[in-house]
DNA sequence: GTTTTTTCCTAACCATTGGTTATAAGATTA
DNA sequence: TAATCTTATAACCAATGGTTAGGAAAAAAC
């Protein structure tokens, strides 16, 4: 088929005013500025509407409106609508991790400091539905991964490595333990769990907690209760 | 803006032969079931295409390339896509309730018992990722459900209030006990867990029970261990 | 100060999707 | 034979994720 030749409309006006003042910045650091403000505004629309709406709704083009670009330029700066939301996924995960660090740095047991770790990450993924798919519910095993992705895992292995650890301690299990392993996937099964359950709710965060906390304080007893009698049988 | 006047191509030729022979029904019979035979076919392929991809890369016009029919005859019997997944996704839901039937009618303790459905239900989510989120995880609570949609709930609530019986009988709880309901949860939070964990794995079914079935049983161990503890302190 | 290059961005495009509609073939009925 | 009813399709639609040709402005080079 003949590929039709492509005709230009007369020149539409450009973008009416700069997206920001670029404060006292010298010409030429403004400049990179210029481009690395756009993909800001990219993922910062990007993060707003993520948690708020899932996957398939948010969509390039509503996006590009919030960010005040056309829905090409962030294809400038992500190779992919997935490796926006990876993108998006990183900071709050480090966010977590460093919430997770207050809570172990504690003077506390460790079966306390796991309940309090246990239930800053149940809030977290209720509160970011749309994302917890991606941090943790993706296949590890995975092999093919970017950059972008690569360190999106690293912090999710570090994180899972952490609470493992907690899990270890809160059982007086040796770090080589061959049941180590088995009680910690155990344990996350218990709140990955919990979390999946309510996904596709559409209560609020607070909502649910208000209404669940009880519950959910239940689960995590019962997973730890349950692993001391299976690795003291 | 101006609507352009459609304008028919020349008639095409026909679906050139008739789907199946109907055998000898009289004519009124093989003419009700040409449509019929058609949902079926529709249905069938529905059935193998979604068990094997997601729903996202599943598309209509795949599913009537498989059912030899034109992307639009799909919606002759389902309203949406959605909708269509819902009524494949019902007849399995029906097969996993009859198996569970099964293991319910051995004599076998109530722990005995949990445990055979257990696993029976994790496989079943396993062979059928993508529509164990129908199944499962969709959100009870909702109240827009259209008659398929009803069926299949019921279908949902009747395989829950088994599973909880079963679990409120190995714990020795009484039906009206205020800690069944919070029992059976947290029993389910483990079986999805399990399944949501491994819901986005590559790995096949058989692979991921080979690695892991003991690691599943012992989360059902520790499922049961762990409520035991909780009621009895 | 003028030209060249580089940076950043967008309008128009593309293929594909879920879903709708005008139209028609074939069977049934009158 | 004519009217009707059933079953189906080709062509259409709006929207989506993603690509590309081209251009405006800033920076660099002269």
């Not at 998006?88 to 995960?93: E, R």
């Not at 607070?206 to 299976?230: I, K, M, Q, W, Y």
């Amino acid at each position: 088929m003949v590929r039709k030749k492509r005709e230009r409309a007369q020149s539409p006006p450009r973008r009416s005013e700069p997206r920001a003042s670029s404060g006292g910045r010298s010409a030429a650091a403004r400049n990179v500025l210029r481009g690395v403000e756009t993909r800001e505004a990219i993922l910062a629309a990007a993060a707003r509407l993520f948690v708020s709406g899932d996957y398939r709704t948010v969509t390039m083009r509503r996006i590009a409106r919030e960010a005040a670009c056309s829905h090409a330029a962030i294809f400038l700066y992500f190779a992919s609508k997935d490796e926006l939301l990876r993108a998006v996924a990183g900071p709050p995960l480090e966010e977590l991790r460093e919430r997770f660090a207050l809570i172990l740095d504690r003077r506390a047991s460790a079966g306390r400091k796991l309940r309090l770790v246990s239930r800053e990450f149940v809030a977290f993924c209720l509160a970011r539905r749309t994302m917890y798919r991606v941090y943790f519910a993706s296949n590890a095993a995975r092999v093919d991964v970017r950059q972008e992705a690569g360190t999106l895992n690293e912090a999710r292995i570090r994180l899972f490595e952490l609470l493992a650890g907690l899990v270890r301690e809160t059982l007086g299990l040796q770090e080589k333990d061959r049941r180590a392993l088995q009680c910690s996937r155990i344990y996350f099964y218990m709140l990955l769990g919990i979390v999946s359950t309510y996904d596709q709710s559409e209560e609020t965060t607070e909502v649910l907690l208000e209404r669940l906390s009880p519950t959910f304080d239940a689960a995590f007893d019962v997973g730890v209760a349950g692993l001391r009698n299976f690795v003291n049988r």
